[in-house]
């Protein structure tokens, strides 16, 4: 299994390859037509029915491609989890946004809500704002799961083998609507508000235990967490989720935002036209978005 798995365009085709970050190339999978429609979600479903791994054709120049989100359109909403950081969760709690607040600032059992799969955007393209929706847009760096192998009941101790790999998601949220409707989806799913890649690090290749999380808006430093700081972790999430709902291929988990959004300020801090948000995460990369008025 590559280390790293993007989707992008070529000649305004949907690919999908192995990237190689010391040459700055991609490698294509060798799909059938069409089968890379959905991105590395196509390949998953290769790797989960076929009987080998696709062979990849000759190398590209990263420079000559378009990075997609790694699944540009998932087939369903994104699940995510709300307060998975101890720190995050008084921050917010603080802020007055927190329609969960009167349960306590950290919460017992995972929080989860979700976007709508039509938010998903690659990185580099606008995140946009809308001033007559919404005047308190924030950023939540994250730590973004996609499900390999689905199931039901997924144990904890089995959880890590249903994981196909590991991207970055910027949580985009507008706070004035995630405090005016107690449920969250309104203000977390904005058109564009959820950024996702520059591609995915697969599971073998990357190290939830060591790995850090950076989030910068205009490269000032504001959120820098260890992923080790979930309160929930990955296992549990996975496993709590799959309880009742059977996980399928493809599905999306982000998996939680730590201190330093842009609420936790006095004043808060939201977003403008211009600014640009960058999110690292150690061994999968960087994802950078341009926040911009809508036309
Ligand atoms: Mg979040």
Known sequence: MPVRVATFLLAG?????????????????????????????????AVETGPIMPRTLSSIPLSEVELEAPIPLPRRNIFCVG????????EFARSGFDSSAAAGAVPKFPIIFSKLPETVVPTRADVLIDP????????????????GKGGRAIPPERALEHVFGYTIANDV?????????????????QDTFCPMGP??????AFDIGSAAIRCFVNDDLRQHAPISL???????????????????????????????????FDPPRYLKAGDVVRVEIDGIGTLENRFAERA
């Not at 949907?14 to 959905?38: C, I, K, N, W, Y």
């Not at 307060?83 to 008084?90: D, I, S, W």
């Not at 939540?140 to 799961?145: D, K, N, S």
């Open 13 to 45: 085709a949907r690919q999908v390859g192995a990237v190689d970050l010391d040459s700055r190339t991609v490698a294509p999978f060798a799909l059938p037509a069409g089968q890379a429609a959905e991105g590395v979600l196509s390949l998953i479903e």
């Open 83 to 90: 307060k998975n950081y101890r720190e995050h969760a008084h």
């Open 132 to 147: 007559s929706v919404s005047t308190a847009i924030d950023y939540e760096g994250e730590l973004a799961v996609i499900i």
């Open 173 to 189: 949220t507008a706070r004035d609507l995630q405090g005016r409707y107690s449920q969250w989806l309104i203000g977390k799913s």
């Open 199 to 204: 591609w995915v690090a697969t599971r073998d």
């Open 230 to 264: 979930l309160i929930f972790d990955i296992p549990t999430v996975i496993s709590t989720l799959s309880q009742g709902i059977t996980l399928k291929a493809g599905d999306i988990i982000a998996t939680g935002t730590p201190v330093g959004v842009g609420i936790g």
